[in-house]
């Protein structure tokens, strides 16, 4: 996730039902999307979402009020969604929030996901960078974007000016920061991995930052080995941080990872810009305000700080929808900027990914991420979207766990990962 993120059908309003038993049953799929509507483009069009947190969930009814549709959304959590998409995505929704690059080519390459180029002829403000991570091998388009945002290390400038703290910008400054934040009894890493995924994150900066965009980019395409002496540097750095996070990290959600920064427990967190939907945007929106965000630091100066990772999110459809008039028409909204500018009014966290998105309304940290990316030299997905899908969640989620579990074993680790890739085919 990368990786983040009600019931009965309301006309032009949003709604949800049992998704995630829908999901793992696949007869009961089958009975209740084989209900939702017909060909006519009138009728009910479903939307299997994974917008599951409070803020997220209503910024995404938000967007689909803009349209004048029929929708039912059908929400379920995040972890579960993604974790069981291969099942559901057998007998889905007309229309599925999911994400670009890689982790929608997959699935357009096995034909389970519909072709919608004739949506992108009407989506007017969309790049060809855009365009480009929607589309699938065969140059065709299967997804819409909706917004992206970067993985950054968060913090609290209240905190930072009150203790007289630098932003780091080499790995040196960092562990010494972390220190000092030792020293001064905060917790210097927030850090979660529930679920699995949060922690490909780090992998990623780490791996970036060592050894570069395009050996990450050829490991996450199979084409190195994860016994690879440069991997185990990646290991090993990170090993160096590791007696700075708070403990327990398997075991940890994002949500609460993020609270420990937002009640000064920890001092600075490696997640996406989503981590402020954990707050109230208007009870809570100076604790908002104080949350800043820096680019990963510096460790081979070869690769400087040139890559970023910023996922894209937006929706695919069905390869055979109950609704296909309807579910093209549902994503041709999505992809437009009423629809974007209407999410961003319930959160600021994102960046909306059409060209007309209201920018006079971004606040500090949306305007930063622009540059961040905009000014970036490689864009990475995030490794659950830059790799075969299974291969991510099956495998490396797993490594990634057991060696945040007990760093000693990261050989073995590695052996089993290389081992385990072999029965894996990538583009």
Same mark, same amino acid.
């Given at each position: 996730?990368?990786?983040?993120?009600?019931?009965?059908?309301?006309?032009?309003?949003?709604?949800?039902?049992?998704?995630?038993?829908?999901?793992?049953?696949?007869?009961?799929?089958?009975?209740?999307?084989?209900?939702?509507?017909?060909?006519?483009?009138?009728?009910?069009?479903?939307?299997?979402?994974?917008?599951?947190?409070?803020?997220?969930?209503?910024?995404?009814?938000?967007?689909?009020?803009?349209?004048?549709?029929?929708?039912?959304?059908?929400?379920?959590?995040?972890?579960?969604?993604?974790?069981?998409?291969?099942?559901?995505?057998?007998?889905?929704?007309?229309?599925?929030?999911?994400?670009?690059?890689?982790?929608?080519?997959?699935?357009?390459?096995?034909?389970?996901?519909?072709?919608?180029?004739?949506?992108?002829?009407?989506?007017?403000?969309?790049?060809?960078?855009?365009?480009?991570?929607?589309?699938?091998?065969?140059?065709?388009?299967?997804?819409?974007?909706?917004?992206?945002y970067p993985w950054a290390v968060h913090y609290r400038v209240s905190v930072f000016?009150?203790?007289?703290?630098?932003?780091?910008?080499?790995?040196?400054?960092?562990?010494?920061?972390?220190? !000092?934040?030792?020293?001064? %009894?905060? +917790?210097?890493?927030? =850090? #979660?991995?529930?679920?699995?995924?949060?922690?490909? &994150? $780090?992998?990623?900066?780490?791996?970036?930052?060592?050894?570069?965009?395009?050996?990450?980019?050829?490991?996450?395409?199979?084409?190195?080995?994860?016994?690879?002496?440069?991997?185990?540097?990646?290991?090993?750095?990170?090993?160096?941080?590791?007696?700075?996070? !708070?403990?327990?990290?398997? %075991?940890? +959600?994002?949500?609460? =990872? #993020?609270?420990?920064?937002?009640?000064?427990?920890? &001092? $600075?967190?490696?997640?996406?810009?989503?981590?402020?939907?954990?707050?109230?945007?208007?009870?809570?929106?100076?604790?908002?305000?104080?949350?800043?965000?820096?680019?990963?630091?510096?460790?081979?100066?070869?690769?400087?700080?040139?890559?970023?990772?910023?996922?894209?999110?937006?929706?695919?459809?069905?390869?055979?929808?109950?609704?296909?008039?309807?579910?093209?028409?549902?994503?041709?909204?999505?992809?437009?900027?009423?629809?974007?500018?209407?999410?961003?009014?319930?959160?600021?966290?994102?960046?909306?990914?059409h060209a007309d998105t209201d920018t006079s309304v971004y606040n500090d940290m949306?305007?930063?991420?622009?540059?961040?990316?905009?000014?970036?030299?490689?864009?990475?997905?995030?490794?659950?979207?830059?790799?075969?899908?299974?291969?991510?969640?099956?495998?490396?989620?797993?490594?990634?766990?057991?060696?945040?579990?007990?760093?000693?074993?990261?050989?073995?680790?590695?052996?089993?990962?290389?081992?385990?890739?072999?029965?894996?085919?990538?583009?």
């Open positions: 996730m990368d990786g983040k993120h009600s019931r009965g059908p309301v006309r032009g309003r949003s709604a949800r039902r049992g998704f995630a038993r829908r999901a793992l049953v696949l007869g009961t799929v089958a009975a209740l999307v084989a209900a939702c509507g017909s060909d006519d483009g009138g009728g009910t069009i479903t939307l299997g979402s994974n917008y599951s947190d409070e803020v997220p969930r209503a910024a995404l009814a938000a967007a689909v009020d803009t349209c004048d549709l029929d929708v039912e959304i059908n929400t379920v959590d995040h972890n579960t969604y993604q974790e069981n998409f291969n099942t559901y995505v057998q007998q889905p929704d007309d229309v599925m929030a999911w994400f670009a690059g890689y982790r929608m080519r997959a699935f357009a390459s096995r034909g389970v996901v519909g072709e919608i180029s004739d949506v992108w002829e009407n989506l007017d403000g969309m790049s060809e960078g855009f365009r480009s991570a929607s589309s699938g091998l065969d140059g065709e388009q299967y997804f819409v974007p909706l917004y992206y000016e009150e203790n007289g703290y630098e932003v780091p910008t080499t790995w040196d400054e960092l562990l010494a920061l972390a220190e !000092q934040m030792e020293s001064d %009894g905060i +917790t210097p890493f927030a =850090a #979660a991995n529930d679920g699995r995924w949060p922690q490909m &994150g $780090m992998f990623d900066m780490i791996n970036m930052r060592v050894n570069g965009y395009d050996f990450h980019v050829s490991l996450m395409g199979g084409n190195e080995s994860w016994e690879d002496p440069r991997v185990k540097d990646v290991f090993a750095r990170w090993e160096e941080i590791l007696p700075y996070y !708070q403990p327990d990290v398997n %075991g940890r +959600t994002w949500q609460d =990872a #993020a609270t420990a920064i937002g009640n000064g427990e920890a &001092g $600075m967190y490696l997640i996406g810009t989503f981590m402020v939907d954990n707050f109230d945007p208007e009870a809570q929106a100076d604790l908002i305000a104080d949350i800043d965000f820096f680019a990963f630091p510096e460790i081979n100066p070869e690769h400087g700080q040139d890559a970023v990772e910023a996922p894209i999110d937006g929706f695919m459809m069905a390869a055979d929808p109950a609704n296909e008039e309807g579910a093209k028409a549902l994503l041709e909204c999505l992809g437009s900027a009423d629809a974007i500018n209407a999410y961003l009014a319930v959160t600021p966290s994102v960046v909306g990914a949306q305007r930063k991420s622009a540059e961040l990316v905009g000014n970036a030299k490689y864009i990475s997905q995030f490794l659950d979207r830059d790799t075969d899908p299974d291969f991510a969640s099956s495998v490396v989620g797993v490594a990634l766990a057991d060696f945040l579990a007990d760093p000693g074993q990261i050989d073995s680790i590695l052996a089993t990962v290389e081992s385990q890739k072999q029965t894996y085919t990538f583009e």
